[in-house]
């Protein structure tokens, strides 16, 4: 069987094939209460680390649906006892909110106080059932459909500044850090798509993605361990896991980010008036789209997707190279008409988003009782209980994909589109649209754009690069150590 093709039949229907699995009780045990989670909350962040958490009990309980506990668990969420589902069938029922209510669980069990939102539960964390959801969205995709002609020439004009940089460092320091660099540009890019002028014009000046970043920081921290050796796990925990810190910390900073939303986005606010939509909680959740959902986003995306080419070396380097340049030359430019020729970048691009989704954690709860299926049995959940999807192993699921741990660049090729429908980075299927109704992600098809472009435009520049990476709080961590400018022939 090909890398690019899958081991469950294509056609295959959950629903249809339901009636021939076991029903089996949902196996695992959170615990007494306060113990179970604080001792799940251990192995989790410190004694078994994130996926081999995941990893001991799916083996233990020989199921990839079992419960366990999420953190940040006491005193922070009132109930962190959830269903966990690992695989690739049994996962999308978190998109069918007909049957799962989305009400406050973009960050899990747990909700930030809405002090860092100027009060509002934002759009992330309504539920389409809410009046505001649909309101907020249309808002959302209009302004994204009406700036659809500035998306290549102002994320090639950032990249520009990004690529410069690069080189900069690397040549005078010998090693380049991306992910400071691609933070810097990923902010510069969504400010100047939102609000037509780069955020040096504004109050942010250099600063805007370093005020973004302690403001995610803040609401994150009770989800990630810093890492530090010279700090006991127990103080950490403590410290990040066991009470909210504070908007506090980054009350003056959000004032910064919302007053230059607020002054420079005045066409999306006058629009979301026109709707019925309070100006204040228009640029409130304009703040946070740009903020949590695109800046966060992108500050995980385009690392994990620099780590996982970069390590695949230079035949795959040349490859794209051929192609990137061979269909630029003849399509005239960068252009939507020759990226959508480039079958081997997006290949690339979907398989990056694959075997490293930017937001792994997806949570619902369930409106009534129900039969969920994984690709085994048969498990009964009731009313109110909380489901969550850690997305990385059910993207990586070996009765859908082979080697499905390995980066496979041509995965997405020929045949090997059909699999799309089961990488669900967005929120949804990638073979699926974002709507009012649901929760994927209204930016979905200009993620993947970016991606291709930030590939496009990087080989059209250099022939191979040499990396080093690792981990950060939230994702990988690339430092480029050599570039090879393209040879001309």
């Not at 659809?148 to 410069?164: D, K, Q």
């Not at 500050?299 to 080419?309: G, M, R």
């Not at 995965?411 to 073979?431: H, I, P, Q, T």
């Amino acid at each position: 069987m090909s890398s690019s093709s899958s081991s469950l039949p294509l056609n295959f229907d959950n629903s249809s094939s339901s009636s021939k699995l076991p029903l089996r009780s949902i196996p695992g045990d959170c615990g007494l209460p306060f113990f179970g989670p604080i001792k799940d909350r251990f192995d989790y962040f410190y004694n078994e680390g994130r996926d081999q958490f995941f990893r001991t009990r799916m083996q233990k309980y020989q199921s990839t649906v079992f419960r366990a506990n999420m953190p940040p668990g006491p005193t922070m969420a009132s109930n962190p006892n959830v269903v966990v589902l690992l695989d690739a069938i049994s996962f999308p029922i978190l998109f069918d909110t007909s049957r799962i209510e989305k009400r406050n669980v973009l960050d899990g069990t747990y909700m930030p106080s809405t002090a860092f939102t100027g009060g509002y539960r934002v759009c992330a964390y309504l539920d389409p059932s809410e009046p505001n959801h649909a309101l907020l969205k249309r808002l959302f995709m209009s302004s994204l459909a009406a700036r659809h002609h500035n998306f290549i020439p102002v994320f090639r004009s950032c990249l520009t500044e990004l690529f410069t940089t690069l080189e900069d460092d690397v040549s005078s320091k010998g090693k380049a850090d991306f992910n400071g660099i691609s933070d810097n540009m990923s902010f510069n890019f969504v400010f100047k798509l939102f609000c037509d002028k780069h955020p040096s014009e504004t109050q942010l000046g250099s600063n805007g993605s370093n005020l973004v970043t302690k403001w995610l920081f803040l609401q994150l921290a009770p989800l990630i361990t810093l890492g530090l050796s010279m700090l006991p796990n127990v103080v950490e925990d403590l410290l990040l896991h066991t009470f909210p810190l504070p908007s506090l910390f980054v009350k003056s900073d959000y004032k910064k980010l919302y007053h230059a939303f607020y002054a420079s986005a005045s066409s999306i606010l006058d629009e979301a008036e026109s709707m019925g939509i309070k100006r204040d909680e228009a640029c409130h959740n304009l703040v946070f789209l740009a903020g949590f959902n695109a800046y966060g986003g992108m500050k995980t995306l385009f690392p994990a997707l620099i780590k996982w080419v970069g390590l695949a070396g230079q035949k795959l380097h040349g490859q794209l190279a051929d192609e990137i340049r061979s269909i630029v030359k003849a399509e005239g430019g960068v252009t939507f008409a020759a990226l959508d020729k480039m079958a081997l970048t997006k290949s690339v691009v979907y398989e990056a988003l694959r075997i490293e989704p930017p937001v792994p954690f997806q949570y619902g709860k369930v409106k009534e009782d129900m039969v969920i299926h994984s690709h085994d049995a048969a498990f009964e959940i009731k009313k109110g209980e909380m489901i969550f999807g850690y997305q990385p192993f059910a993207t990586k699921d070996p009765k859908v994909f082979d080697n499905p741990e390995e980066f496979v660049a041509h995965r997405f090729m020929g045949d090997g589109e059909k699999l799309l429908e089961y990488v669900y980075w967005s929120n949804g299927r990638e073979s699926d649209d974002p709507t009012v109704e649901n929760k994927q992600c209204p930016a979905k098809d200009l993620v993947v754009l970016l991606s291709r472009v930030m590939l496009v435009e990087f080989f059209l520049r250099y022939d191979t690069f040499d990396i080093e990476s690792g981990t950060l709080l939230l994702g990988s961590s690339v430092t480029f150590k050599s570039l090879t400018k393209q040879t001309y022939i």
